[in-house]
């Protein structure tokens, strides 16, 4: 099974201030998802990235693939208090249908 | 569109009960996940379907059985509940297509003790 390590597991900042979360694997992904998770609910899906060196921005925040697939960042400018959550990514093992969650960064962002 | 409803919601079980875990989509879509979500170990999928009549295990299937004999529902069964199997579980489905979109329910919360 393919892993995807996720870092930092834990992360508390001031509102304004930027941020990078990091995923990283040693095997390639056929695609990879971020994914934000509130309390009491499911994963709801931010964004989708499948070619190596993709970057795709959503309002504040930007996501990037890595070049051979393996790795990716999700940078989120000036955060502000509704960005906290925990953030999961995502890889679809290629051909599978499945996919294997990262164990996630749960972040706080203070008023 | 309602999306992927789960049932129920919360649930407390004894060691050795059976309960089944509802899941229903209405977006007419091929694919749906079960997945088990503990503290701090992001989620693991136990069962998946790509199809009506098509099912096949995860990485952590002991103990669980599933279902898919329309495409709207996909019921998780648990045989003799033990307490490894206390966590938050989440249905999930996808369209095919390569889509790579899976949506999520809000979860059942089981404690088995």
């Known amino acids: 099974t393919q892993l995807l390590e996720q870092s930092p597991q834990f992360l508390s900042i001031q509102e304004g201030e930027n941020l990078t979360v990091y995923c990283n694997s040693s095997?390639?992904?056929?695609?990879l998802q971020w994914y934000r998770q509130e309390p009491g609910e499911g994963p709801v899906l931010l964004v989708t990235?499948?070619?190596?060196?993709e970057v795709k921005k959503l309002k504040r925040l930007t996501f990037q693939f890595g070049d051979a697939r393996k790795d990716s960042s999700l940078h989120i400018t000036a955060a502000q208090p509704g960005d906290t959550g925990l953030y999961l990514c995502?890889?679809?093992?290629?051909?599978?249908?499945?996919?294997?969650f990262g164990k996630g960064t749960k972040l706080t962002v203070n008023p | 569109n309602a999306g992927v409803t789960q049932t129920p919601k919360f649930r407390i079980l004894k060691i050795g009960q059976s309960m089944t875990l509802q899941c229903t989509q209405d977006?007419?879509?091929?694919?749906m996940y079960w997945y088990r979500q503990d503290p701090g170990m992001g989620l693991k999928l136990i069962y998946y379907?790509?199809?009506?009549?098509?099912?096949d295990k995860g990485e952590v299937p002991n103990g669980y059985n599933v279902s898919r004999s329309t495409t709207e529902d996909f019921p998780l069964r648990l045989e003799l509940a033990a307490p490894s199997q206390t966590s938050v579980y989440f249905c999930?489905?996808?369209?095919?297509?390569?889509?790579?979109?899976?949506?999520f329910g809000p979860g059942t919360r089981l404690t088995v003790t």
């Open positions: 999930a489905s996808e369209p095919a297509g390569g889509a790579y979109e899976q949506y």
């Open positions: 379907s790509v199809g009506a009549g098509i099912t």
């Open positions: 995502a890889g679809e093992e290629g051909g599978s249908e499945k996919l294997v």
């Open positions: 977006m007419n879509h091929n694919y």
């Open positions: 990235v499948v070619t190596g060196g």
């Open positions: 095997s390639v992904f056929s695609s």
